[in-house]
């Protein structure tokens, strides 16, 4: 740019980076720390931790994504573009089928009162972010580290009670094992 050669510059190199061990809460700890939550964001961490989703695909699960039956859940549109199914853990298809039917109730009413559409064409669009936010910083706070690590423990847990490493990299949505080594810690 100067039209001056700096030779020195080339030697200087690249600072290296910091490994970082990867942060993964015992089961206690994990069990501890959504119980402290608020109790209205209680279910939604739970769902985290026991299917190991991303945040932000457990945001957009719908009602028909959500199969308490068959003990699956869809996740739609996942990395990759790609539609998978995960494990509903018998734990928590009490407390979703209690929130469902209070939806549901809710539905109703305004159905009743001849609300047909919502107020603004996307509410859940507009409420994602402040609710993504809210969880997120939630988990943080107890934690001290990013919400990532629920899925990190979701992963190693699984590894740690003889579930093989395909499995594990099925769950999470995985194209290489590699990937899936990264989110463990065994």
């Known amino acids: 740019m100067l039209g001056v ?7 200087i190199g690249r600072p290296k980076e910091v490994k970082r061990l990867l942060v993964v809460l015992s089961r206690h700890e994990v069990a501890s720390n959504i119980a402290a939550l608020p109790a209205h964001y209680q279910l939604m961490a739970r769902l985290l931790y026991g299917t190991g989703m991303r945040i932000n695909k457990a945001f957009r699960l ?3 994504d959500i199969d308490s039956l068959s003990g699956t859940i869809i996740v739609r549109e996942a990395k990759g573009n790609k539609d998978r199914a995960l494990m509903l853990p018998q734990s928590l298809r009490s407390a979703l089928h209690h929130r469902l039917a209070g939806s549901r109730q809710r539905w109703e009413a305004d159905r009743a009162a001849g609300i047909h559409q919502p107020a603004t064409p996307h509410p859940c669009r507009a409420r994602r972010p402040i609710q993504w936010a809210a969880v997120s910083t939630a988990v943080d706070m107890l934690t001290e580290t990013p ?5 990190h423990c979701f992963a190693t847990h699984l590894l740690k009670s003889g579930y093989d490493i395909r499995t594990v990299q099925e769950l999470l949505g995985h194209n290489d094992v590699k990937t899936t080594m990264i989110h463990t810690h065994v």
Do not use: A, I, N, Q
Request: charged content about 35%; aromatic content about 6%; overall charge positive.
């Open 5 to 11: 050669e700096l030779l020195w510059l080339t030697e």
């Open 147 to 151: 919400s990532p690590p629920l899925r």
């Open 62 to 64: 719908r009602v028909k």
